[in-house]
């Protein structure tokens, strides 16, 4: 019975001495399993971030080449057949064969021309996205259909087209080849075992890669769908119908297309992190098997031996895996575990040196990304930060790491007023767990200027629970400032820089309901310059333009900064004037601008004198719109014409 409890004693103390390096293979392996999960999650959103942006750029080319099309129309009949040749010639242009065809259609929906030739009778009023660009009068799409032009599948996006009097008179239309879609996608390397879908709003699949045409035009078969379309990025784990694992990632897209996925199959991209710990085990189960046969049939030998595999076993255990056994062991058992005990040595330094190259790639990743990645605590305090985030904020490491990151980029708000911690996206996400997306906001750097930002915060859990959240953030300041650019040349002349005939009669507009509040009446004056075509005759277009030039700058000195100059179109001008006394402020401001017009103007190496007739309208109160005072004032205008030019004329009541 003793020597069956001294075996028994032995075999329990080969496992004390194996347990510690069991346990740090175990934790070693978790930690390699975990990472790979992360970087596996990381590499589906940045690919499926990839796809959004050209996706995105692609939505933005088609808006600005649809507004060029209906802008095109003031020169084009759209009834013509010379319409037909125009728009099969220009998507026959390099860089447009991802359109499949575009056209015009009538306000009731019936085809004015098209790229391609169709039967005649073709009518798409029932078409959502037609629908959407008449009753919105803006920029519209839908998800995937099958076009009646061509045939083949297609994501159509519509324009209005908006004459002078702001009547609608047509609906622009270009339709996108779900082909390009899978095209885009394909250029894109993507590793062992992912795949990439694009789904519309109604959860459509438009595109697929690698490709699998069944698929396209149907609705994609999984129950988490509606969990995905319109919902923030992010990544998450689910199984398939066959019982694969994967992890999905997915990321909203512009437009009419609501969604890119990119799954990952875990069987492929943690196959290598399985293997290594599969291995880690056997080796260990082998190892302490051979150990525990040894010390059973050896009790009266193992002493000493067992004593210096415990302090092998405890050096490896602390990270130690220099050599720990010197000599030969005897019997023969325990020189054979010896041996074995070494290559458990080697293999589990081998595993330590490859879990330290894959934190390093790890490293690596969050170094080398584009975006600006921290981690904060349960306190909103930063914990890391890459070099980007720290390029961005301004911010040295050492000052940057520990402190409340609220307090230090994101504590007001853009309109300069204070921001509480407790409402801060970052804060509630390290604290409630809860994610977030913003799109438009502002951080500010430590020299104290702001920069544009968009940015997404993840909470991160641990096996313990909450324990902070991760903020991904870039700048947006250059987007921005191309957005302002954008919406300034849609509201202003391309020559004169003066607000356009948009941006004037929105403000005439505001201006009626200001004057009808305040009862101070408004006067309009309408210009139209005099002797300017033989300009344009003698000394051609851009003589002309440097007249146009000249004009708007000396009709801007003429009037105040709360009034409005703008260009109508040709050389016609409007000056809008607000709370006058009477029209007599109205009149003199009308004799300036004539003074000022009759100036002469140095074009080139010659001097053009010219004159300008003006028609003053005052409003009259209740009883007029802004179009009646508009059509005085041109009234007004032409009268002033009639009676000699150069001078001004004030509409009657």
Not at 422 to 448: H, I, K, L, N, S
Not at 631 to 646: C, Q
């Amino acid at each position: 019975m003793r020597f069956f409890t001294v075996r028994a004693t032995l075999v329990a103390l080969v496992l004390l001495a194996i347990g510690p390096a069991i346990a740090v293979a175990v934790r070693e392996g978790k930690h390699m399993y975990a990472l790979h999960v992360a970087e596996a999650k990381e590499q589906g959103l940045r690919i499926a971030r990839s796809v959004s942006a050209a996706h995105d750029s692609m939505v933005e080319r088609t808006h600005a080449l649809l507004t060029v099309l209906t802008d095109s129309t003031a020169m084009l009949d759209i009834r013509s057949p010379g319409c037909w040749d125009f728009m099969a010639h220009l998507l026959r242009q390099p860089g447009l064969d991802a359109y499949t065809g575009g056209g015009f259609f009538s306000p009731a929906g019936d085809l004015l021309c098209n790229s391609i030739p169709v039967a005649p009778g073709m009518n798409v009023a029932d078409r959502e996205w037609f629908q959407r660009a008449t009753t919105r009068r803006d920029f519209a799409g839908e998800g995937y259909q099958i076009g009646r032009s061509s045939g083949r599948g297609i994501i159509p996006f519509g324009h209005p087209v908006i004459d002078r009097d702001g009547q609608l008179v047509a609906v622009a239309l270009l339709a996108l080849s779900v082909d390009w879609l899978e095209r885009m996608v394909a250029q894109i390397t993507l590793p062992r075992g992912v795949r990439v879908t694009i789904l519309d709003e109604d959860g459509v699949v438009v595109a697929h890669v690698p490709p699998q045409p069944e698929m396209i035009g149907k609705p994609l078969p999984v129950s988490w769908l509606s969990t995905v379309l319109g919902a923030d990025e992010g990544v998450f784990a689910t199984t398939e119908a066959d019982n694969q694992d994967v992890l999905v990632a997915h990321v909203p897209l512009q437009g009419v297309l609501a969604t890119v996925l990119v799954t990952t199959e875990k069987s492929s991209h943690l196959a290598d992190a399985a293997e290594v710990v599969n291995r880690q085990l056997a080796s260990l189960l082998v190892i302490f098997g051979g150990a525990a046969i040894a010390a059973w049939f050896g009790s009266n030998v193992i002493a000493r031996p067992l004593r210096l595999l415990v302090h092998a076993a405890r050096a490896i255990g602390n990270g130690d895996f220099r050599p720990v056994l010197a000599g030969s062991l005897a019997p023969v058992e325990f020189t054979t575990l010896q041996r074995s005990f070494a290559d458990m040595a080697d293999l589990l330094e081998a595993r330590e040196l490859e879990l330290r190259d894959s934190r390093r790639r790890f490293e690596t990743l969050l170094n080398s990304a584009g975006e600006g990645i921290c981690g904060i605590d349960l306190d909103g305090r930063v914990t890391f930060a890459n070099p980007e985030a720290l390029r961005l904020t301004g911010w040295d490491i050492k000052l940057f790491i520990g402190e409340p990151m609220h307090a230090l980029i994101h504590h007001t708000r853009p309109d300069g007023s204070p921001h509480p911690a407790d409402e801060c996206p970052m804060f509630r996400a390290a604290r409630q767990g809860v994610a977030a997306r913003v799109t438009d906001d502002v951080f500010w750097r430590r020299d104290g200027t702001p920069f544009a930002v968009e940015y997404t915060v993840t909470p991160t859990v641990s096996r313990i629970g909450l324990v902070g959240a991760v903020v991904v953030f870039r700048d947006i300041s250059v987007r921005k400032q191309h957005e302002e650019r954008i919406i300034h040349l849609a509201n202003h002349d391309g020559l004169t820089d003066l607000p356009n005939r948009q941006m004037f009669e929105d403000r005439l507009s505001f201006a009626f309901r200001q004057a009808r509040r305040t009862q101070n009446p408004i006067a309009l004056l309408y210009l139209d310059l005099d002797r300017f075509k033989p300009i344009n005759d003698q000394f051609g277009h851009a003589a002309g333009d440097a007249v146009l030039k000249e004009v708007a700058v000396r009709l801007v000195r003429c009037v105040r900064e709360s009034d409005t100059v703008a260009r109508l179109g040709g050389d016609e001008f409007a000056v809008l004037l607000t709370n006058l006394d009477g029209i007599d402020s109205a009149a003199l401001v009308a004799d300036k601008i004539i003074n000022e017009i009759m100036m002469p103007i140095e074009v080139g190496e010659h001097r053009v004198e010219i004159g300008v007739s003006i028609g003053i309208a005052l409003s009259l109160g209740d009883g007029e719109d802004d179009e009646g005072l508009i059509k005085r004032a041109d009234s007004a205008m032409y009268a002033a014409k009639v009676h000699g030019r150069n001078r001004w004329r004030a509409a009657v009541a």
